[in-house]
């Protein structure tokens, strides 16, 4: 690619590698991140997903603006030479937060990437992993199963954007190419894009060369550089909420997000 912001997402991939991390989480990336230029055609959904499932959730007690939740590090200790670090500590957190390992090394390398490639946003794997709790319970939305590949066991493609109650009005965008859908566009994914959100931020998260919004490591990394944008720092309360209530202006959805974050939070600090 030649875009110059491709450019410097592949020199985070080349400086970054595997992650070997010690207290500052000095870590290499060893899938690669670079924004896509061909994304990949899911397959078409002949009818759309249900609903999105109620998600029991109680939301935190808190206003917009609060401060952001705290977050531990997602790693703490240099990892044996040959090892994962981030595998490793995505495997004993899953056990306690209810999150797939494999979405959480999603979350985490999306963390650690934008500390290269925007280190003043400040964007947290709780933060990530509360969005991706809520648009589609990690890629399991419907009794999928997430992947080794980040993938879900099938495509995820919500209902029309046709105007509906409760629904906006989307005519198609995409020719129906992501959401199989030639009238209205459709949320995809695991991150819910809409289909003309993932034009602008489509994103190569795990190095394939390809952007594909139905990858979790892609759309976590495109989720991270939608967030990130306009200067956002999320460790600030007005930085948390600008970035989440722009992915859904909803303030029960923030409050919902914040919930997640901290219950994610709290889960890693319990590991052991």
Known sequence: MTDPTASRLRAVAAAVGRLAVALALVATLGAGVALASTLTRPDAAPAAGPPPEQVVVEPAPVLPGSAAPLVPEPAQQPAPAGEDPVREWAD???SSADVPARALISYVNADLAMRQYQPSCRISWAMLAGIGRIESNHGRYGNRVLGDDAVPSSPIIGVPLDGTPGVRAIGDTDGGALDGDPVHDRAVG?????????????TDGNGDGLGDPQNLDDAAMAAARYLC??????????????????????????????????SYSAAASRRG
């Open 229 to 262: 944008s306009s200067g956002r720092d999320l460790t600030t309360g007005t930085g948390w909420w600008g970035a989440v209530m722009s992915y859904n202006n909803s303030v029960e959805y923030g409050q919902k997000v914040y919930a997640i974050a901290e």
């Open 92 to 94: 004993h957190v899953a």
């Open 190 to 202: 695991p991150m819910q894009f809409i289909p003309s959100t993932w034009r602008k931020w489509a």
